[in-house]
């Protein structure tokens, strides 16, 4: 087990994720950041990401990975590595280079950008560049140990996680879900006077075929026939937005790296925050509420981010049945695949409930006050629902 903190100064970004994605968090809408973006032409570094970006245009890749395939290299043998889908139960065998792909999933390809402005793989290269630091740093972390790790690699190994957190399925499917259950909260009891007076207020025709066609989407809205939210390159750039301060904020938590025998597994969601006694299980610890947050470096390391400085007990190595509570942890942490080793299955072994409903919006009426509400949003788990969810794992984890 390597502990220490090693923070040192503030985090570092190199100077072209810094500017651009500053200028991206900083705004709403795709066709603003686009034109931000542009004014950042002149800027070195901007200008070689734009540039490689654009090269990358003449051979684009289509297959797109939700996990880096170097790292998920750390669980091959003979180059396979064992992937389970796990709410289907399907397991099989295959490469990193061939696991965890979705089709052109960080393309920013958009009738509304100028590809010159915002060119499609521009999020598809950064990442990339993102994920060659992380690679050096997770490198650096398992050799030197915390107490040796740079200031420069601790900096980049942040970014990294903090990408990693967002880059995934289970970011996008929040950010619709709460478009569309925004809308439905602010449009979706609209009746006939209401209608009238939303299709004035926007300078629309208001006539009787025109409510009836907005009547007919509202209906549709509330029934679950038809849903609203942002185009695929808004979800893109709206997802990486947090990544910075998700990253700021794991730099500034206490690091400790655990060594255990190689039966640790992954999945797409690989970094997973764990919550503390009396947190409902049935919804999804925030990383600003979590108690640590845990990323597995490799089949026989884990990274463990403390919310506070850890005690000398917290610091003690993991025992076969703690590994195994970890291991549980991030299979309900999986938004569909798990990974580990090609000879094993603890991925089939382990149970955990299908996916729910990735966010839930919910509206609570104030009392005494007309048409003022308090919304409240969060993420459930994959333990919603169940009678005899598990306790939160490692107690002695302050």
């Known amino acids: 087990m390597i502990t220490g903190s090693n923070r040192g100064a503030d985090i570092e970004f190199t100077p072209a994720l810094a500017e651009l994605l500053d200028r991206a968090r900083n705004e709403k809408e795709t066709n603003t950041t686009a034109a931000d973006v542009?004014?950042?032409r002149d800027h070195p570094d901007i200008l070689a990401l734009m540039t490689r970006a654009r090269q990358n245009e003449k051979n684009p890749p289509r297959k797109h990975h939700v996990v880096p395939a170097s790292y998920l290299r750390r669980w091959t043998n003979d180059r396979q590595i064992?992937?389970?889908?796990?709410?289907?139960?399907?397991?099989?065998?295959?490469?990193?280079?061939k696991a965890a792909r979705r089709t052109d999933y960080y393309s920013l390809a958009s009738d509304d950008l100028e590809p010159d402005e915002l060119p499609p793989l521009l999020a598809e290269t950064m990442l990339s560049d993102i994920e060659s630091l992380g690679k050096v740093a997770i490198d650096s972390l398992l050799s030197a140990g915390v107490e040796e790790l740079s200031h420069e690699n601790r900096s980049n190994l942040a970014i990294f996680l903090g990408f990693q957190y967002v880059r995934g399925e289970s970011t996008r499917t929040m950010i619709r879900k709460i478009a569309n259950d925004a809308f439905k909260l602010e449009y979706g009891q609209l009746k006939e006077p209401g209608i009238r007076r939303t299709l004035k207020e926007r300078g629309l025709p208001v006539t009787s075929e025109s409510i009836e066609s907005v009547a007919t989407f509202i209906r549709d809205l509330n029934d679950g026939i038809l849903t609203v939210g942002p185009q695929k390159a808004a979800e893109v750039i709206q997802a990486f937005q947090a990544a910075t301060k998700i990253a700021e904020h794991l730099f500034e938590r206490s690091w400790a790296v655990f060594r255990t025998p190689a039966i640790l597994l992954t999945c797409d969601e690989p970094v997973v925050p764990i919550g503390r006694s009396g947190q409902n299980r049935g919804e999804r610890t925030g990383l600003a509420g979590a108690r640590v947050v845990v990323f597995?470096?490799?089949?026989?390391?884990?990274?463990?981010?403390?919310?506070?400085?850890?005690?000398?007990?917290?610091?003690?190595?993991?025992?076969?049945?703690?590994?195994?509570?970890?291991?549980?942890?991030?299979?309900?942490?999986?938004?569909?695949?798990a990974f580990e080793r090609p000879k094993r299955r603890t991925s089939i072994a382990l149970r955990v409930p299908s996916l729910p409903s990735a966010t839930e919006v919910v509206e609570h009426r104030v009392a005494g006050k007309a048409n003022t509400s308090i919304i409240r949003l969060f993420r459930q788990s994959r333990w919603a629902g169940d009678p005899h969810p598990p306790e939160w794992p490692l107690p002695r984890w302050p």
């Not at 064992?82 to 280079?97: H, P």
């Not at 470096?297 to 000398?312: E, G, I, K, T």
């Not at 291991?327 to 942490?333: G, S």
Request: aromatic share 4%.
């Open 296 to 337: 597995p470096l490799a089949p026989d390391n884990l990274l463990v981010m403390f919310q506070h400085r850890p005690s000398a007990h917290a610091l003690v190595p993991l025992t076969l049945s703690e590994i195994v509570e970890i291991n549980h942890e991030v299979l309900a942490n999986t938004a569909r695949w």
């Open 82 to 97: 064992r992937v389970t889908e796990i709410d289907e139960g399907r397991t099989y065998i295959t490469t990193a280079e």
């Open 38 to 40: 542009a004014e950042l």
